[in-house]
T-cell receptor, first 113, second 116 residues
Framework: DGGITQSPKYLFRKEGQNVTLSCEQN?????MYWYRQDPGQGLRLIYY???????QKGDIAEGYSVSREKKESFPLTVTSAQKNPTAFYLC????????????FGPGTRLTVL | AQKVTQAQTEISVVEKEDVTLDCVYE???????LFWYKQPPSGELVFLIR??????QNEISGRYSWNFQKSTSSFNFTITASQVVDSAVYFC?????????????FGKGTKLTVNP
């Protein structure tokens, strides 16, 4: 089955710890994205990557880091510098070029205690 | 700067009623794309439609229809004869530029509840 996998669905961490959220896609998509969603808010772009080994900051990149070593994987690390990390995190991917929409994964709900 | 406004935070209807979700956008580009996504309680966003700025034709897909009006910078979404399964949060989004959806700017969403 082709799609985007985010694991785990729910993640709990203690304050001050870094945590890495996984995002894998087997759609052979070129571009990948990370969004954050807070209650009653739309999605806000954290980071995106259009090709392997390259990525750009989105609107709220502070306190986050990413890597893109493989086309199918785009992990997001939430560092201790992120002041309010508790949120719902969504990963998306897209085939480059043309008018291709973004496809989204199921999301990871991160709770920092 | 790009901006998407969904003024309706929550809407509640009874099954079989028609409902329209409003979306107003701001952009300085002449080439842009508008999207609607559905987010059911499971959390995953489901793509519904994409419209480019040069195509103002309304679109109908089953019980769903979209009305794009550049004159009012609006891209409204109507569900006809709503069903309980339509209950979800609906997001309108905007992308500028030739390529389409490199970066999406989302509205805050409208939570639709369809009651039996």
């Amino acid at each position: 089955d082709g799609g985007i996998t985010q694991s785990p669905k729910y993640l709990f961490r203690k304050e001050g710890q870094n945590v890495t959220l996984s995002c894998e896609q087997n759609l052979n998509h070129d571009a990948m994205y990370w969004y954050r969603q807070d209650p009653g808010q739309g999605l806000r772009l954290i980071y995106y990557s259009q090709i392997v080994n390259d990525f750009q900051k989105g609107d709220i990149a502070e306190g986050y880091s990413v890597s893109r070593e493989k086309k199918e994987s785009f992990p997001l690390t939430v560092t201790s510098a992120q002041k309010n990390p508790t949120a719902f995190y969504l990963c998306a991917s897209r085939l480059a070029g043309g008018l291709n929409e973004q496809f989204f994964g199921p999301g990871t709900r991160l709770t920092v205690l | 700067a790009q901006k998407v406004t969904q003024a309706q935070t929550e809407i509640s209807v009874v099954e079989k009623e028609d409902v329209t979700l409003d979306c107003v956008y701001e952009t300085r580009d002449t080439t842009y794309y508008l999207f609607w996504y559905k987010q059911p309680p499971s959390g995953e966003l489901v793509f519904l439609i994409r419209r480019n700025s040069f195509d103002e034709q309304n679109e109908i897909s089953g019980r769903y229809s979209w009305n794009f009006q550049k004159s009012t910078s609006s891209f409204n979404f109507t569900i006809t004869a709503s069903q309980v399964v339509d209950s979800a949060v609906y997001f309108c989004a905007l992308s500028e530029g030739q390529g389409g959806s490199e970066k999406l700017v989302f509205g805050k969403g409208t939570k639709l509840t369809v009651n039996p």
